[in-house]
């Protein structure tokens, strides 16, 4: 030990206070390297030695238990940087380096505040005045060494941890339903209701498909699923509690469920308020995975399925090739759609279409990405309609089989549902009788006791009898669901399932759910046709060759055969008398409304059809102004001649508008004496 320099120690230092800071790493040491704690503390009579009084020697102990690599979190060492701060303290003092900081930049930061305020730092080699160019050094010096340290006790402790992984011997923590036995092999959890729970898990959502499909048959059968408390008084012990949508996703995600060894999954970062920061890795990324390392609750190959599925179900992340679960819309193809062109997956857009929404397949990734047009926009009502038919080809022959395997299916299904809520009967009962042992155990004189554990047994009692209520009455529901006539009623549907297929009844996600059931994907290519790449579950191609739809210009058009009609029509009728024909045998426009004068109006005008006026004047009629020119008469007496029908005219309007034939040899003239009764009457067209 060095000889101490008291020359160093000026009345101004005396002047204030001494500050000697106590700091431990770990509640382990603590309470283990009692030596080194002592050591600290024993930095207090250096201080008097030096001239401070011992009630202004102020001992900062609260870091105990709390390692030195950041300051955020130590309360002590920020009390003392800033009593220095202040000028409150005139040294220092630390067993060593170490003690007050493994961090450079906080340590460099306490040397700054101590030579402002002229403040002195002691350890067990010597006192330094962080003023002096060489006292300064040798402490930046020996800050440095302290930080290497940590740095070489990290990465000695890191490589003995990752050198265990590499060979599969590490122990880590393990999920629930899982333990390690007396050799540290990990075995399945001996508890049989934990293992059955996640059986039951892993087998929901085989049949699902989905996580949250899995928590909806949990609550729907009202079944508990276990966890493990890690921490706190109670930590190691069992709990029973309703199944939620993130844990779903932790056991499928945890590949030691599937009997690996897995280690470094994640990256820990330090924040700057001194927590950390944890980020998933790739499975690339991780270090060590070891499959069939040790018994697990399914295969290995089932979990790389089980990864398969939910990248494709998850919407929010994934590639661009990726499939979505089905929703709410009534685009029948909705994520399994691929672009032929480019061969990314495509989107839906909709859109309404006489008051019903249709869907449009849209591929838009690269145009979104650098303000392009769309590669292709195909049309959806045709494609889900050819889709529907094949769907329906495909599964009629094979309804019946599949109607029974479905009733199979949840047959099986209820009886592990039953035999899990067994299992927690069981576990009640097993309470209650530990209970009544306690109490039956006890001195019954003991009433402080006894009253306790009495309450406990009539606790015991009641779960009991809640567990044993719900068992009954969840089992005779389920029982319900698959009596006779419900069977029978599962057959009827079977037959007919172009029926359920149609059925208004039958949601537009339960059809894409079939359709899924039965094909992988479907690529389409625009052409003067669509053409449908079809590729079913297994590998079968078909490829379907559907004619483009309609726009809407040309949808809304009126038949040719109407048109037609219509000038056909006339050359012997005027517009309303069409349209009053028209409409009494039930035709309408391309839009689906009665003609009327208007729109046959318009139709002429668009079909360039020549008006009935045309016609009669090219077929040589004349107008009422020429005929009365001709017979050297008025308008008036040419009409009242028409309405004896002394005149053969042509009404070519609606508002009762005539054109004449020519008046021949027998046309009436005008004389006096002479009644027009008494000349013969042409026939009136």
Not at 288 to 309: F, K, S, V
Request: glycine share 8%; net charge positive.
């Amino acid at each position: 030990m060095q000889t101490q320099t008291p020359s160093k120690v000026t009345a101004s230092h005396l002047a204030r206070d001494a500050y000697l800071y106590v700091r431990q790493s770990t509640v382990r040491q603590v309470f283990e390297n009692t030596e080194s704690t002592q050591r600290q503390y024993a930095l207090q009579e250096r201080a008097v030695a030096l001239g401070w009084p011992v009630e202004r020697v102020h001992v900062i102990d609260s870091d105990l238990g709390r390692s030195g690599a950041l300051a955020a979190d130590r309360k002590g060492f920020r009390k003392l940087v800033a009593e220095v701060g202040i000028g409150h303290a005139g040294i220092v003092l630390g067993l060593e380096v170490s003690r007050l900081a493994r961090n450079c930049a906080d340590w460099h930061r306490l040397l700054e505040l101590c030579a402002l305020s002229e403040t002195l730092i002691l350890d067990e080699d010597g006192l330094y005045n962080p003023n002096d160019f060489n006292d300064r050094l040798l402490l930046g010096l020996k800050g440095t060494m302290s930080e290497a340290e940590l740095h070489l006790l990290r990465a000695r402790l890191r490589g003995g941890i990752l050198n265990k992984a590499r060979r599969g011997e590490l122990p880590v923590r393990l999920p629930v339903g899982l333990v390690y036995d007396e050799q540290g092999r990990v075995r399945l959890d001996p508890d049989a209701q934990v293992r059955e729970s996640l059986l039951f898990l892993f087998e929901a959502y085989r049949r699902a498909g989905s996580a949250f499909g899995v928590v909806k048959m949990f609550a729907r059968h009202k079944l508990l699923f276990p966890r493990r408390l890690h921490g706190g008084p109670r930590k190691g012990e069992l709990l029973w509690s309703h199944l939620t949508y993130a844990r779903v996703l932790r056991v499928l995600h945890n590949p030691r469920y599937a009997g690996a060894f897995v280690f470094g999954r994640t990256r820990q970062r330090k924040r700057p308020d001194g927590g950390c920061t944890h980020t998933k890795l790739p499975r690339e990324h991780w270090h060590t995975l070891i499959p069939n390392a040790h018994e697990g609750y399914i295969p290995w190959t089932e979990y790389e399925d089980n990864q398969r599925r939910l990248r494709e179900s998850a919407h929010a992340q994934g590639l661009d090739r990726r499939k979505s679960p089905p929703r709410e819309g009534p685009a029948l193809l909705q994520g399994l759609v691929v672009c032929g062109v480019c061969g990314k997956r495509m989107t839906v857009r909709y859109h309404v279409r006489r008051g019903r929404r249709s869907p449009t397949y849209l591929c838009a990734g690269d145009g979104m990405q650098h303000a392009l047009p769309a590669c292709q926009q195909v049309p959806g009502a045709c494609i889900d309609e050819a889709m529907g038919t094949l769907v329906l080809d495909t599964l009629t022959p094979m309804a019946l089989e599949a109607a029974l395997e479905v009733q199979q299916e949840l047959l099986t299904q209820l009886e592990e549902a039953d035999r899990l809520r067994a299992k927690q009967v069981e576990r009640a009962r097993y309470e209650a009788d530990l209970a009544q042992q306690r109490y039956l155990s006890v001195d019954p004189r003991n009433r402080l006791v006894a009253d306790a554990l009495e309450a406990d047994w009539n606790g015991a009692l009641r779960a009991l009898q809640q567990a044993q209520n719900d068992f009954d009455r969840q089992r005779q529901a389920d029982r319900v669901g698959v009596d006779p006539e419900a069977r029978a009623h599962i057959l009827a549907l079977a037959t007919d399932f172009p029926k359920l297929w149609r059925a208004p009844a039958t949601s537009d996600r339960d059809r894409k759910r079939l359709v899924r059931l039965l094909l992988e994907d479907v690529t389409l290519i625009k052409k003067e046709t669509i053409i449908v790449h079809v590729r079913f579950k297994g590998g079968a191609t078909t490829t379907l060759d559907v004619p483009r739809p309609l726009g809407g210009f040309q949808e809304w058009k009126t038949p040719p055969e109407i048109v037609a009609e219509i000038d056909r029509l006339l050359d012997s009728h005027t517009v309303g008398q069409i349209a009053s024909l028209l409409n009494a045998r039930g035709l309408r426009s391309g839009k689906g409304r009665p003609f009327n004068r208007s729109l046959l109006g318009q139709l002429c005008m668009r079909y360039r059809l020549k008006s009935r006026y045309t016609r009669l004047r090219e077929a040589g009629m004349l107008t009422i102004g020429e005929t009365a020119q001709r017979l050297g008469v008025s308008k008036g007496t040419v009409n009242r001649w028409r309405a004896h029908g002394l005149l053969r005219a042509h009404l070519f309007n609606d508002a009762n508008a005539y054109l004449f034939e020519p008046p021949g040899p027998d046309a009436p003239v005008k004389c006096q004496g002479r009644r027009l009764s008494d000349r013969p009457r042409p026939r009136q067209l």
